[in-house]
C-alpha cells in the first residue's frame, strides 16, 4: 500500500474521519499526492487537503456524476 501511495497523483478520502492513527500514518507516506476530502464532518487530514468537500456522499457523487 505504501508503495502505491508514493506513486499516486491523487488520494480520494470518502467519507472517513482518518481519525485512525494506523490510517494516519498510512496516509502520511504519501508525500507527493493531492488529496481531496469529500465528508460531512472534520477530518484529521483537512489541513493537508488540496481540496474540501463537506456534504452527504450520495448528493456529492450525484453532483460529480459525468454523463455519459
Aim: proline content about 1%.
Amino acid at each position: 500500500a505504501v508503495k502505491e501511495l508514493n506513486q499516486a497523483e491523487l488520494i480520494l478520502i470518502a467519507g472517513s474521519s482518518m481519525r485512525l492513527a494506523s490510517t494516519t500514518k498510512l496516509f502520511n507516506s504519501a508525500k507527493k499526492a493531492r488529496i481531496a476530502v469529500l465528508n460531512d464532518g472534520p477530518t484529521a487530514f483537512d489541513e493537508r487537503a488540496d481540496l474540501i468537500v463537506r456534504g452527504d456522499l450520495s448528493n456529492i457523487f450525484r453532483q460529480l456524476q459525468i454523463a455519459g
